[in-house]
């Protein structure tokens, strides 16, 4: 059992920083939430790590009003930005002679390393509008096929009829074509806007001869089995029209072994495109596959070419589908985590900075999404890409705590030797680990999905019940909620590749409700878009959290299975009698100094926290003289 209501508090939201100008010297602004009954402080200091050393500033007892928290006193101070990415922590003397680190890691007693310290940046932040989507991944072989769809047959694929079931393994996985294409999705934008979702996510739409298309044969047009350049326009001017963004899927690790930049440099060491690959022969018959497959020949970022016709400049790749006609609103891309990196080489650093300054430049306000499977910490600081896929902080952990007991699946590529059992508390220390180091900016974009076109489906390992639970927090903690096309209608799938299955329409997409639902709430509540995180508890079967904002809070409760929760009345003394929004049997009462919460199976609520709303300014005017 873990609670967390009686610790100091402080994150990157506006209730807790403020940054007062721009770049390396604008002040910053932070503030501590000290809980009555945690001790007295004596004394506070922001420890702000300048040049690589150690500088100390005070904090001194803040304003909070005892209408706005009476559960807490505040401590506040600022400090001059030293570099563009800041670290720092606070330390707290208490009046009994103790003393206490608070970091983005937690509370401890033991001074921490750096690397769990809070960062703030000068960088340019995320548009404004990304912190409001739900977003929904489509396959678009597998969404749905339009009237109009192309009846041609690709040599290299296997002609399916649409009810076929995917094949999960073996060489017939990637040949497996269904058809859809991009006046599917088209057509069926009513779905979508019934289901809430506001930011659509194509994975590749590039020529290619596969059916995932992640092995791209051109990055200059869209495949004609999809629609081609055409349909895309159609489709994301339909998806505009109804306030919907669209973003595409880029291969910036490898192409395929189809791509006309290899093809031109395959046997061909003086061509222009030679020094695109990496080759293990003078020759260029010989070269390096990603993960060795000969499919999909790995990049060579050396490249200046490769570098000026496919991330910089005007007419380069990344740019040219941000612009008229097309006007895609940004970019996802595949296997960000291993872009330039090969043995010695690393350009990975490179390729994200110049991708994300292509885009600020030729299409200011787009927004940059990137695929990395584990510890993305070291490849996200605000600079180059936006915000990661969450699959350790968030995707794993939650998969571990959910599961039904009976269903003992290993899944994402880890080799153990059973499913890892989690409880709620594991899935909160995990959430903390994996995002403690990421600026407020980054973990506020992160996308959040409990399943995606590369794992089995959750539907496998969990019922609905369950599968609302952890769209619940999808929707609620910091970051983009993330719907994988079928998600709504319960689909089942062993593995990535089995997940992929073409959509039933003529089944009732029997989750569709309480999606929409969800989406509805976090359209309405900048708490959840853009407010803080703060837990309140976390034990074998259930947790909960706030999210905070000038604007209001929200009080969200999350349960495994039949179990009680207890929190003290000052935790939410002005809460909602109504849930705003819940699946499942789960209510509170009033006993004595407690508020005690009750679940009846698997449960997920959202509570209106009303004494959490102040007009007490997030950013003060006034700051002390620390800076």
């Not at 999960?168 to 294409?181: I, K, Y």
């Not at 600081?381 to 699946?409: C, I, K, Q």
């Not at 976090?522 to 904002?549: K, N, P």
């Amino acid at each position: 059992m873990n609670r967390y209501y009686d610790r100091p508090h402080h994150d990157g939201s506006s209730l807790y920083t403020s940054t007062l100008g721009r770049g390396v010297g604008a002040t910053q602004f932070v503030r501590v939430r000290v809980p009555q009954g945690f001790g007295v402080p004596r004394s506070m200091f922001v420890r702000v790590v300048c040049d690589a050393e150690p500088c100390f500033f005070p904090l001194l007892p803040g304003a909070a009003s005892p209408d706005w928290d009476t559960a807490a006193e505040w401590w506040e101070g600022n400090f001059a930005l030293p570099n563009p990415i800041t670290k720092y922590r606070f330390l707290i003397n208490l009046e009994d002679g103790s003393t206490r680190w608070l970091s983005a890691d937690g509370l401890e007693s033991l001074e921490p390393r750096d690397s769990s310290d809070f960062r703030t940046t000068s960088f340019l932040p995320p548009p404004s509008w990304a912190h409001q989507q739900v977003m929904y991944q489509i396959f678009p072989d597998r969404f749905a096929r339009s009237s109009g769809a192309s009846r041609d047959i690709p040599d290299w694929a296997e002609p399916a009829e649409w009810q076929d079931a995917p094949v999960a393994e073996g060489p017939s996985t990637s040949r497996q074509f269904f058809g859809g294409d991009l006046d599917g999705i088209t057509e069926r934008l009513d779905h979508l806007e019934r289901l809430g979702v506001t930011l659509l996510y194509l994975t590749p739409f590039f020529p290619a001869q596969s059916n995932h298309r992640y092995d791209a044969s051109s990055f200059d047009r869209v495949d004609p089995l999809l629609g081609g350049d055409e349909a895309l326009v159609r489709l994301v001017e339909a998806a505009h029209a109804r306030g919907m963004r669209v973003i595409g899927d880029l291969t910036t690790n490898h192409t395929g072994d189809g791509h006309e930049w290899f093809r031109a440099a395959f046997g061909k060491p003086s061509a222009e495109e030679a020094d695109f690959y990496y080759w293990n022969d003078t020759d260029h018959t010989d070269y390096v596959g990603w993960y060795n497959l000969p499919s999909l020949p790995k990049l060579n970022w050396d490249s200046r070419e490769l570098r000026r016709r496919f991330i910089e400049g005007d007419d380069c790749v990344v740019a040219k589908w941000l612009l008229p006609p097309f006007n895609l609103d940004g970019w996802r891309v595949d296997v960000a985590n291993m872009s330039g990196r090969l043995g010695t080489d690393d350009f990975n650093r490179t390729i994200q900075q110049t991708v994300r300054a292509t885009m600020d430049r030729v299409a200011p306000g787009r927004v940059l999404f990137a695929e990395s499977t584990n510890d993305a910490t070291a490849d996200f600081d605000g600079e180059g890409w936006h915000a990661p896929m969450s699959y350790p902080s968030f995707t794993r952990p939650v998969w571990n705590w959910l599961r039904r007991p009976t269903v003992n699946r290993r899944d994402f590529g880890i080799p153990y030797e059973s499913a890892p059992a989690y409880s709620a508390a594991d899935v909160v220390e995990s959430y903390r680990r994996f995002t403690a180091p990421y600026p407020w900016s980054v973990k506020l974009l992160a996308m959040n999905a409990i399943d995606t076109h590369d794992t089995a489906r959750f539907a496998e390992a969990a019922d609905d019940e369950r599968q609302l639970v952890a769209a619940g927090l999808s929707y609620t903690l910091p970051g983009t909620p993330v719907v994988f096309a079928g998600d709504e209608f319960g689909l089942r799938g062993p593995n990535g590749e089995g997940s992929r299955t073409p959509l039933p329409w003529e089944a009732h997409p029997r989750l569709l409700a309480a999606y929409n639902e969800l989406g509805r709430l976090r359209r309405a509540s900048v708490a959840l878009q853009t407010g803080g995180l703060r837990w309140l508890y976390a034990d074998s079967e259930c947790l909960a959290f706030v999210r905070e904002s000038d604007e209001g809070a929200e009080l969200v409760m999350a349960f495994r299975s039949s179990s009680e929760l207890a929190l003290p009345l000052n935790v939410a003394a002005a809460l909602e009698d109504a849930p705003a929004l819940r699946f499942g049997s789960i209510a509170f009462r009033r006993e004595g100094a407690q508020l005690l919460w009750e679940a009846d199976g698997p449960a997920f609520g959202v509570w209106t926290v009303r004494s959490l709303i102040t007009a007490h300014a997030s950013a003060p005017e006034r700051v002390n003289a620390n800076a």
